[in-house]
Each structure stands twice: as structure tokens, then as C-alpha cells.
């Protein structure tokens, strides 16, 4: 068996990227699942890669009792390079996941602590992801000006900056440097061109046309790359971070769904991580609260018309026959047990070696069906068992 490193530029090593058709495909077994809380400031985040080397050792305990040493070594190559990447410690979040297999790794630093776990199996343990990119409560942050673009993803807790798309160009430079004139869904003025050059000899209004022009082919095409690489896959809401002056420019071109109409009239630049992220919460809060309401609301009409279920079983069997169409899912609480195929649970105790959490099994099964699920806090759950099912039919 001959097992490569999939190589890809560091910017991929983004969950939502991933997540869900990378994260749930099936993959060629041993599939290495690794979690742990990781820490962003010191002293706390010194003792992080010695838990990860920990965690190491317990995967390659694992994988020696059924695999040749050879094999072994060549599977935890990029796991072990993780460990000596002091950079990549350097920066670390509020968690860590690490998954692996033959020709595929991935680590993704999380904005919120996992508990540590270290399994080798046939497939990834994936609740954890799952939990994390279903909570209702992210959201993207775009920071812009004229010369610059910057993306931000946070919740009500943190926000941090994430790598923009090549796609996606981050400052008028780097546009100026492709030629998007012949694209027809973003020309308008032609190819952009460098504002701060024009006019010199000439009347100021001509300058100031040049510059609003190109302003708004880069808002364009920002907007455009905004969109088909990280809202579009993601599916959070969209808030602005900008200057006032920039953001009726913006919003005129803009092509974005999912782009709020409250926006944050400040340039990020003059704003710490926390004080951008607690200016967009203090926005996003109601547009949380409204859109759990709306699901408590679906929820509650569809089970006065037998429509939804609050029963674990009755949900199990209706994930198995691709029935389910929204799962709210308590972030609190775990239900220790397996699923058959059929949907029939068995409960268990979660710490024996057969027995995962229903409740994720649950919502895998039913993200893998296509429906949706929403993991909310236990105050707003509208049943007492831990998930809310809503049916398609």
C-alpha cells in the first residue's frame, strides 16, 4: 500500500472549504481523528504540542496492532511535521482538529475548544466539525476599503481573519496585476487601472471618475470572489466593515445574498479583533435569535400537523429514510449509543470503544441526506430530549 501526502497550498486547510463532502466522504481506512483544546496566549499554549505529541503516540499505538511499521511511519509523516511546525503553534486558536488517511490531511484550527481524542477507525470522527460548523450563530466579517479587502469569520465568542481565496484578489494591487476585462459578469469600465496614477495633468473630476471607476470594478470584483468562495460554501450571513462613504459603492454592485443590510461604518483597521468582533455581535444577535424563532416556530406548527418529531427514535428511523429536513440538535447534551443503518439505536455507555453519541450520529445521517442541521443552546431547544426533527414528507 503506498500512501502520498495530498499537496495543497496552505489556504485549503479551511473547514468550511471542506466541510461537509470532504469531511463525511468515505475514505480508505486507517482514518486518524485527532482533537484537542489548544490555548492562543501564553503560558497556556506552551503545553499544547506536548498534549498533540501525546495524542501521537496513541494513534501510533493504534495503528501498530494492525499495521506493518513502514506503513505506520509514512501515515503519521504530516502528523509529525505538525508537531515541529512552530509557526503553525505560534498561532494557534481555541481548538485543533487533525484528520488523516491514505492521500488526505487536513489540521484546522477551531474557534472553539474540543475535548481531546485520539481514535484510529474506517471513517473520521467528524461530531465535533459537525457541531461546530452547524452552531446558528457564525458569521463573516468583510473588511474593505479602496485599496484592500480582508476577510474575518467569528461567533459570538471570537473572530479571527481567514486567508482569502487566490481567487479573490486583497488589494487593488493585486488586482491590477489579472486581467479580469473580459470576464462580462464583472467588467463595467474595462480593465482596472491605477487611480492614484490618473489625472495628474488633468481636471480633478476626471481624477476623481478614474477613481471611483476602478473603486468600483475592485468592489465588484471582490464581491463576485466574496461570494463563490466563501459565502455561497459557508452559507453565513455577511456583514461590512467599511468607511460610509464606501459602503453605498459597495452595496450597488454587491451580488451577495447573504450580505446584511446593518453594517459596521468603521474601517477594521481601526479596530481590534475583540472590538470588531463585539461591534458585529452586538448586530448579529437579533438576526440569531430571529432565525432560531423561525425554526422553533417551523418546529412547532409542523408537529401540531404530525409533521416533526422530538422523539430519538422516531428521528432515527425518519434519518434513515432521508425524511428529515431541519434537526435542532442541543449543543449540551449527549445521548450514548449506536445507529444501524435501518435507523434502530441501540443505547450504551460513551465511553465503551463500540459507542458514539446518538444525537451526532443522528445529524450526520441527516447532513449526508441533505438536510439541514442546527446545533442550539439548551434554553432554546422546543423539546426536552435533545433534538427538534422537522419531516420533509
Not at 57 to 85: C, F, I, N, Q
Not at 119 to 137: C, G, N
Not at 186 to 203: E, Q
Not at 352 to 370: I, M, S, W
Amino acid at each position: 500500500m503506498e500512501w502520498i501526502r495530498e499537496e495543497r497550498p496552505a489556504h485549503m486547510d479551511q473547514l468550511a472549504n471542506d466541510y461537509p463532502d470532504a469531511i463525511l466522504a468515505p475514505r480508505e481506512p486507517p482514518c486518524l481523528s485527532l482533537y484537542q483544546p489548544t490555548h492562543r496566549s501564553h503560558p497556556d499554549k506552551a503545553q499544547d504540542p506536548i498534549r498533540y505529541r501525546n495524542l501521537l503516540k496513541t494513534l501510533a499505538g493504534s495503528l501498530r496492532e494492525k499495521y506493518a511499521k513502514r506503513e505506520v511511519g509514512e501515515l503519521l509523516d504530516p502528523l509529525h511535521a505538525l508537531a515541529d511546525d512552530v509557526q503553525f503553534w505560534n498561532h494557534a486558536r481555541d481548538g485543533l482538529a487533525v484528520l488523516a488517511a491514505p492521500g488526505f490531511f487536513r489540521a484546522y484550527k477551531l474557534q472553539r475548544p474540543v475535548p481531546e481524542l485520539a481514535v484510529v477507525a474506517d471513517s473520521f470522527h467528524t461530531k465535533p466539525l459537525v457541531r461546530i460548523m452547524q452552531s446558528a450563530e457564525r458569521f463573516h466579517v468583510l473588511g474593505l476599503d479602496r485599496h484592500r479587502a480582508r476577510l474575518f469569520e467569528g461567533n459570538r465568542d471570537h473572530l479571527d481573519e481567514i486567508p482569502l481565496a487566490p481567487e479573490v484578489p486583497d488589494s487593488l494591487e493585486a488586482a491590477l496585476e489579472r486581467d479580469y476585462s473580459r470576464d462580462r459578469d464583472i467588467r463595467t469600465h474595462g480593465p482596472i487601472r491605477d487611480a492614484g496614477k490618473m489625472g495628474r495633468h488633468g481636471k480633478s473630476n476626471v481624477k476623481q471618475d478614474a477613481i471611483r471607476a476602478d473603486t468600483e470594478q475592485f468592489f465588484r470584483i471582490v464581491d463576485r470572489g466574496i461570494l463563490e468562495h466563501h459565502s455561497r460554501p459557508a452559507g453565513l450571513p455577511l456583514l461590512l466593515a467599511a468607511l460610509p462613504e464606501h459602503h453605498h459603492l459597495f452595496r450597488e454592485v454587491s451580488q451577495n445574498p447573504h450580505l446584511l443590510d446593518a453594517a459596521i461604518d468603521v474601517n477594521p483597521d481601526d479596530l481590534s479583533l475583540d472590538e470588531l468582533r463585539a461591534r458585529a455581535w452586538e448586530i448579529m444577535l437579533p438576526h440569531y435569535l430571529a432565525r432560531l424563532d423561525g425554526f422553533i416556530e417551523r418546529f412547532n406548527a409542523a408537529r401540531s400537523r404530525g409533521q416533526a418529531t422530538a422523539d430519538l427514535a422516531d428521528a432515527a428511523r425518519a434519518a434513515a429514510a432521508g425524511r428529515i429536513d431541519v434537526l435542532l440538535l442541543d449543543a449540551s447534551l449527549q445521548v450514548p449509543g449506536r445507529m444501524a443503518s435501518d435507523g434502530a439505536i441501540t443505547l450504551g455507555k460513551l465511553d465503551a470503544p463500540d459507542t458514539d453519541d446518538l444525537l451526532d450520529d443522528l445529524g450526520e445521517r441527516v447532513l449526508k441526506a441533505g438536510g439541514e442541521v442546527v446545533v442550539v443552546p439548551p434554553e432554546r431547544m422546543p423539546a426536552d430530549h435533545g433534538l427538534a426533527a422537522i419531516y420533509r414528507f
